[in-house]
């Protein structure tokens, strides 16, 4: 048997008294101590890459080498007439069966050194292990956070857009939902994000939380597919910015504002909004009718709420497609017809052609394609007209 193996129990003694043994041991010493500070300064010249977030390749540049050393340890200290690994493919073959945790078995160390190895191979195996389930972990908790935080983005189209989220937001939601319209919020408030869907169905609303001049965020709502845009963030001056620099963006988008200042509508028209309101505006002229008749405001106030039910009455609009079957018909004979077949008053008549609002139209007004017909409806003949015009309430 070749003495130069020393860690074969039968021949301890003969080994400790060889010069092989001695020759051996004071080489892969040196060999090691060698190795080692070769790494150490590997480590030193790396440390600044790797705090800067090259961590991969630097890992892999000091742990490969330090592998490869081990394998070459475990080829030297083996025997083998004894052992079972007898060349570098064996040693590689059995770190790579050990540390996937496979270990078929028929390959394994005899010498102390190379159970030392084995054991460095085992806890790496362990640490390897413990590190692939702990970054499974971490990605499925990252997709379930960017989920939640709506950073997965929305499928919704022909839906509304509102930016920016409270009292006043919520109530508008809760409108627009009533009248079958999708919705998906940008907000900047974490908490939003937990308190929204306790409140609305996920199918119908949308939250998604963003920095609110974060403007490329607004891809995740889809905003290329959205009906309106209804910014509700910040003061008049900070909507006005907003809107220029989202319309630099998405040119197409429209825009409804409700302004604090109401001398500011001619600017905000100016700087491409759709529709400009003012909260003043409106609530000065619904409680002057409070004032001296009451029954028109509360009339007014029914009429431009949602329907939920047949005893609710209120303003709803329709587009005129090619298969309308009103399309071409003078207005007086729609009006007609939908009050005596349908209990439907149509009240008023948006043309598309000259973008006017005609307040009850005469009789002899054409319906044409494009148009908006304006009409009072409750909510089970709100049904009856989404298949008449075979289009939904709205734009």
Not at 359 to 369: G, N, Q
Request: a negative charge.
């Amino acid at each position: 048997m070749n003495s130069f193996y020393p860690y074969n129990r039968s021949n301890d003694e003969r080994f400790l008294h060889t010069p092989h043994l001695r020759v051996f041991t004071f080489q892969a010493f040196w060999f090691i101590i060698g190795y080692i500070k070769l790494i150490c300064i590997l480590l030193s010249d790396c440390l600044d890459i790797i705090m800067k977030k090259k961590r991969i390749l630097h890992i892999l540049a000091i742990g490969i080498p330090v592998y490869l050393l081990l394998l070459c340890i475990l080829v030297i200290a083996e025997n083998p007439e004894e052992g079972t690994i007898h060349s570098f493919f064996d040693a590689f073959w059995y770190s790579i069966v050990t540390i996937s945790t496979v270990g078929y078995g028929d390959l394994f160390p005899i010498s102390l050194v190379g159970k030392i190895i084995a054991f460095i191979f085992i806890v790496f195996s362990i640490g390897m292990l413990g590190l692939i389930i702990g970054q499974i972990t971490n990605m499925f908790r990252k997709h379930s956070e960017k989920r939640r935080l709506g950073l997965m983005g929305t499928d919704f189209s022909n839906h509304i857009i509102i930016i920016g989220w409270d009292a006043f937001a919520e109530d508008v939601a809760i409108q627009l939902i009533n009248s079958d319209k999708k919705v998906a919020v940008m907000t900047c408030n974490k908490d939003d994000i937990d308190l929204i869907p306790q409140n609305f169905n996920p199918k119908q609303l949308f939250v998604c939380f963003s920095d609110l001049k974060n403007y490329d965020s607004l891809n995740l709502l889809n905003i290329q597919k959205a009906n309106v845009v209804f910014l509700n963030s910040g003061s008049d001056s900070d909507k006005l910015i907003s809107i220029i620099n989202i319309r630099k963006i998405y040119p197409q988008v429209e825009f409804v504002v409700i302004l604090e200042n109401s001398d500011l509508k001619d600017t905000f028209v100016n700087a491409g909004v759709t529709y400009v309101l003012s909260k003043n505006e409106i609530a000065s002229k619904l409680v002057a009718s409070y004032i001296f008749e009451p029954a028109v405001a509360d009339y007014t106030k029914d009429l431009i709420t949602s329907t939920n039910n047949e005893s609710e009455y209120d303003i709803q609009q329709y587009k005129i497609n090619d298969t309308n079957p009103y399309k071409g018909s003078a207005y007086g004979d729609m009006f007609i017809d939908l009050k005596n077949k349908y209990n439907i008053i149509a009240i008023g008549l948006n043309k598309s052609c000259t973008s006017r609002l005609l307040k009850v139209p005469s009789d002899h007004e054409t319906v044409e394609y494009g148009d908006d017909v304006i009409v009072i409806a409750n909510g089970a003949t709100e049904i009856i007209m989404q298949k008449l015009f075979k289009v939904t309430e709205g734009k």
